[in-house]
């Protein structure tokens, strides 16, 4: 069914972070700052993952899809929201929503899932070193990669192919800065149960089984370090798995803030502040995050650096 038979709706007008006039320029000179070193934090270590060999093992071949995904991500909504900044006119087409909808469902939920694959990762590189190569095979990695996106792009069909179907009659102005599902889903004229059903369901599944699974992941993994003599060899252990910690806490702590509470007005000013963080912030910081604290990203880094000096 095409949206004009569906919707009398045709395009939304999205209210942004702010309607502060005051704010609207400071406010779009920092997201710009924020897009430019997301884009070329996640470019430089997909990069540099690609040009070093020794990078090429299970740890940042889910490290580089995981940049990847960031790297589009924030590309779906950051460019809109710094247009609605500097411009009076904040209106995005009926189409251009739900695709905008889609694609913010869809990278979403691949990062739920590339940080369980990285926590399993982990896991397996801490209790049971020796059979690493063989449990994290080449097949093994691919398949929880397909896995991840397999589940990305069924959680956001089931997202978008659910808001194809409501009314939109009159109201049209999205309490949000980009076409997020609850602040549209307060617009339609028609019954939202199902709606709101499928949100409950998908936005359950997709971060109590990734929550329960790193969860599970850290919990063994916690215990055979506490068992390692080596007051080193657990500081070593732990340092491995801070990064990947910090993510996870940024990225699932804003994420169930948002949604795993009732869609009233209030809530949905709080769930802005709370969407910036799991769009903007956590995007930006993951390439911080992996590379400062990385002893092999910092070495392939300055032995590329090296090399290009050396030809220069």
Known sequence: MSPGNSSSVTEFILVGLTEH???????????????????????????????????????????????????????????????????????????????????????????????????????????????????????????????????????????????????????????????DILPVLQLSCTSTYVNELVVFIVVSINIFVPSVSIFTSYGFIFCSIFHINSTEGRSKAFSTCSSHIIAVSLFFGSGSFMYLQPSSAKSMNKGKISSVFYTNVVPMMNPLIYSLRNKDVKLALRKILCRNNFKS
Not at 73 to 85: D, E, G
């Open 21 to 179: 006039p005051d704010f609207q320029l400071p406010l779009f000179f920092l997201f710009l700052s924020m897009y430019i070193f997301t884009m070329l934090g996640n470019l430089g270590l997909i990069t540099l993952i690609g040009l070093s060999s020794h990078l090429h093992i299970p740890m940042y071949f889910f490290l580089f899809n995981l940049s990847f995904i960031d790297f589009l991500y924030s590309s779906v909504y950051t460019p809109k929201m710094l247009i609605n900044f500097i411009s009076k006119n904040n209106i995005i087409s009926y189409q251009g929503c739900m695709t905008q909808l889609f694609f913010c469902c869809f990278f979403g939920i691949s990062e739920c899932y590339m940080l369980t694959s990285m926590a399993y990762d982990r896991y397996v590189a801490i209790c049971n070193p020796l059979w690493y190569n063989i449990t994290m095979s080449p097949k093994v990695c691919s398949i929880l990669i397909f896995c991840s996106y397999l589940m990305a792009f069924s959680g956001a069909t089931a997202h978008t192919g659910c808001m194809l179907r409501l009314t939109f009659c009159d109201a049209n102005t999205i309490n949000h800065y980009f076409c």
